[in-house]
């Protein structure tokens, strides 16, 4: 356990709802990872932060923003929300200088 | 980006036996790690290897990374070793870590 949470950890929405995921760490570290976990397409990268208000685009970062206004504190926001991102989401951190990802549990996000 | 191709896709084993998984690069990677997400959902780190040989209880990993792969050993197999094996690495000097799709093992008594 690394000190990381992700909430909520469940959600249901409908098409064209904002969502927004929170992923919060209590360690400091510097790195910051949205993923989306899909079958067959293994973890993707959604966005990724490498500093407070520092962050860069992954491979699938299409309809989605995130900030970081908090080093603790790592949000993913999808703008509108579509059936193609219903998915399972994770957050991932990496401390400066560390080479390991730690992962949090999950949020489970389904799109009607 | 790199590619990540794994293989075995899917892997059954009787428990007890030994089994290899292998993950192969499109590139160099400087930060190769491999992951075991339990049948809960949850992902735990295995191994960091960019290089070398390390070994922790049953499990062990190699990376060569001159030839750009690496393998995970399992040995005397046990149920709670069942899940999804993954490996990732990031190229050159960007922080973008890149998941092969995962290796599906199964563990039968």
């Known amino acids: 356990d690394a000190g990381i949470t992700q909430s909520p950890r469940h959600k249901v929405t409908e098409t064209g709802t904002p969502v927004t995921l929170r992923c919060h760490q209590t360690?400091?570290?510097?790195?910051m990872y949205w993923y989306r976990q899909d079958p067959g397409h293994g973890l993707r990268l959604i966005h990724y932060s490498y500093g407070v208000k520092d962050t860069d685009k992954g491979e699938v970062s299409d309809g989605y923003s995130v900030s970081r206004s908090k080093t603790e504190d790592f949000l993913l926001t999808l703008e509108s929300a579509t059936s193609s991102q219903t998915s399972v989401y994770f957050c991932?951190?990496?401390?400066?200088?560390?080479?390991?990802?730690?992962f949090g549990p999950g949020t489970r996000l389904l799109v009607l | 980006g790199i590619q990540v191709e794994q293989s075995p896709p899917d892997l059954i084993l009787q428990e007890g036996a030994n089994s290899t998984l292998r993950c192969n690069f499109s590139?160099?990677?400087?930060?190769l790690q491999w992951f075991h997400q339990n049948p809960w959902g949850q992902l735990i780190n295995l191994f960091y290897?960019?290089?070398g040989t390390k070994q922790n209880g049953r499990l062990s990993a190699t990376t060569v990374a001159t030839e750009r792969y690496s393998l995970l050993y399992i040995s005397s197999s046990q149920t709670t070793d069942s899940g999804v094996y993954f490996c990732?690495?990031?190229?050159?000097?960007?922080?973008?870590?890149?998941f092969g799709i995962g290796t599906k093992l199964q563990v039968i008594p």
């Open positions: 990732a690495g990031m190229s050159g000097g960007y922080q973008k870590v890149t």
């Open positions: 360690e400091n570290h510097r790195y």
């Open positions: 590139d160099s990677v400087n930060n």
């Open positions: 991932a951190i990496r401390g400066q200088g560390g080479e390991t990802q730690y």
């Open positions: 290897i960019p290089s």
